[in-house]
């Protein structure tokens, strides 16, 4: 007995592109994507994105886990990565050629997830509306709010160059996080467009970028040698996206 009545889910397109989709479902889904060309060239985008994904990554997915971590078999959680499929997460994640045996499992914990995109995403609302002052140290003191953030938070702070976003650095400030310090730096774009980056120390080890919308706003999480990142701005994913990734390829590259 198929459901054709039932509207068709942007979680069900992804597990009909992962192959998935409980069987009884998957003509459904092919009839919805018949009658709406829009999406079925959104499904087309993702297909063709995981095959090229598959072709250059998959033997490095398939590396054996290192020995020195302890992987969490996890519930498996809805999904929220960006670009919709599994196959997305690899392309942000295993740019370095030597990440991809993270795809297989390792998460953050719900707590640890929630209780950063809540302070980040409360941060992020707080002060970007502000004109006057949004920051303790504006960013053309990059250097010494750098080496202040660093020294007050117990790691590397780098502030990340997002001009190819079209995003300047307006400066940063130092906040309580969930265990400690957190530091907190305000980028802003020709037209005002804010974008904020929120750190501080993680018992978590996860490359995967997970993904939190609260209002009007989005956020994206991940975490990397006992700190995690969240990136806030608005809920274009895509956009959301494009900031995070150059964010935390440039994380990766100073050694976090």
């Known amino acids: 007995m198929t459901n ?10 992804h597990a009909y592109v992962d192959n998935e989709l409980p069987a009884e479902r998957r003509a459904d889904v092919e009839a919805w994507l018949a009658s709406r060309p829009d999406d079925a060239e959104r499904v087309r ?8 994904l598959h072709a250059r990554y998959d033997s490095v997915a398939d590396e054996p886990v290192p020995r020195r971590l302890e992987i969490e078999r996890l519930v498996r959680q809805p999904r929220k990565w960006f670009y919709g499929a599994v196959a ?5 994640f295993i740019a370095g050629g030597g990440l ?7 998460a953050a914990s719900p707590s640890t997830f929630q209780n950063f995109t809540v302070d980040a995403l409360d941060a992020h609302r707080l ?3 502000e004109v006057r002052h949004p920051v303790e140290v504006p960013g053309s003191e990059r250097a010494h709010l750098q080496q202040w953030l660093t020294k007050r938070c117990g790691w590397d702070v780098r502030a990340p160059e997002l001009g190819a976003t079209g995003l300047k650095l307006v400066g940063g400030r130092l906040l309580p996080g969930p265990t400690g310090p957190a530091s907190f730096l305000m980028y ?14 993680a018992k978590t080890e996860t490359t995967q970028m997970r993904y939190a919308k609260q209002d009007g706003d989005g956020a994206l999480f991940w975490a990397d040698r006992g700190v995690g990142y969240v990136v806030s701005g608005g809920t274009d994913r895509e956009r959301l996206t494009q900031v995070a990734r150059l964010v935390y390829d440039q994380s990766e590259k100073s050694g976090g």
């Open 4 to 13: 054709r009545n039932i509207p068709v889910t942007e979680d069900e397109l």
């Open 45 to 52: 985008s993702w297909l063709a994105m995981a095959d090229a």
């Open 100 to 106: 991809g045996w993270l795809a297989h499992g390792a």
């Open 88 to 92: 997305a997460t690899l392309a942000a």
């Open 188 to 201: 802003e774009s020709a037209s005002g467009e804010r974008f904020t980056v929120y750190t501080a120390r």
């Open 127 to 129: 002060y970007v509306v």
